[in-house]
């Protein structure tokens, strides 16, 4: 069976980045390498890239680094909504996202976050793909790479609904334990899926 949802894209970004010291959302993105100019992208830019053409519209979810990510959301034309308290976790910044993906009428979200090289255009369409030829039975879509799974996920109404009635101490692993029948694994080759950048020697780490 195969289903024609309106997907969102949705970027998680409302980290305080306290071990990177700086906000991971506007590292340069490709890396900056010794002896080259600076890229012109951010990891942010560069994840609304990722999501742009498998999505009708990219809400990126922001905390007190709003007033820095708005103009790199708005000039690559996506929107931004505000988690008005980010040290709740990031679950808090998940829900919000998805409720706001509902109040604007739409099926399904692509959710990724900010913090980590984005996944190739061509892995976000083949989630969407996945996603939308699955049986009514698959709720979300999940990337795996090398044994890990990653982002970005994709989520239905049905998987959405779900993590909007967790409390705020839940969080989305546990999520999709409980619900995991209800989730299919595609395996992509693409590491940037599995891969988390927390600190300078991780970004760094990039350029090798």
């Given at each position: 069976?195969?289903?024609?949802?309106?997907?969102?894209?949705?970027?998680?970004?409302?980290?305080?980045?306290?071990?990177?010291?700086?906000?991971?959302?506007?590292?340069?993105?490709?890396?900056?390498?010794?002896?080259?100019?600076?890229?012109?992208?951010?990891?942010?830019?560069?994840?609304?890239?990722?999501?742009?053409?498998?999505?009708?519209?990219?809400?990126?979810?922001?905390?007190?680094?709003?007033?820095?990510?708005?103009?790199?959301?708005?000039?690559?034309?996506?929107?931004?909504?505000?988690?008005?308290?980010?040290?709740?976790?990031?679950?808090?910044?998940?829900?919000?996202?998805?409720?706001?993906?509902?109040?604007?009428?739409?099926?399904?979200?692509?959710?990724?976050?900010?913090?980590?090289?984005?996944?190739?255009?061509?892995?976000?369409?083949?989630?969407?793909?996945?996603?939308?030829?699955?049986?009514?039975?698959?709720?979300?879509?999940?990337?795996?790479?090398?044994?890990k799974h990653?982002?970005?996920?994709?989520?239905?109404?049905?998987?959405?609904?779900?993590?909007?009635?967790?409390?705020?101490?839940g969080n989305?692993?546990?999520?999709?334990?409980?619900?995991?029948?209800?989730?299919?694994?595609?395996?992509?080759?693409?590491?940037?899926?599995?891969?988390?950048?927390?600190?300078?020697?991780?970004?760094?780490?990039?350029?090798?």
């Amino acid at each position: 069976m195969f289903r024609a949802p309106s997907f969102a894209g949705v970027i998680l970004a409302a980290g305080e980045s306290s071990r990177m010291g700086t906000d991971k959302a506007l590292l340069p993105w490709p890396p900056p390498v010794a002896g080259e100019s600076l890229a012109e992208g951010t990891f942010l830019s560069a994840a609304i890239r990722s999501l742009a053409l498998s999505t009708d519209f990219i809400l990126i979810v922001a905390g007190k680094n709003e007033a820095a990510l708005a103009p790199v959301a708005y000039v690559n034309g996506a929107s931004v909504v505000v988690n008005p308290d980010p040290s709740r976790g990031q679950f808090s910044s998940l829900q919000i996202g998805l409720q706001e993906v509902l109040n604007r009428g739409r099926d399904a979200a692509i959710v990724t976050l900010v913090d980590r090289p984005p996944a190739a255009t061509a892995t976000v369409q083949t989630l969407r793909e996945a996603f939308a030829a699955g049986p009514p039975g698959i709720w979300a879509v999940v990337p795996e790479f090398s044994g890990k799974h990653g982002h970005p996920f994709v989520a239905g109404r049905d998987m959405m609904t779900r993590f909007l009635q967790e409390p705020l101490t839940g969080n989305a692993g546990e999520v999709e334990h409980r619900y995991q029948e209800h989730i299919q694994y595609v395996a992509v080759e693409d590491p940037f899926v599995a891969l988390n950048i927390n600190t300078p020697e991780d970004y760094a780490a990039l350029t090798r």
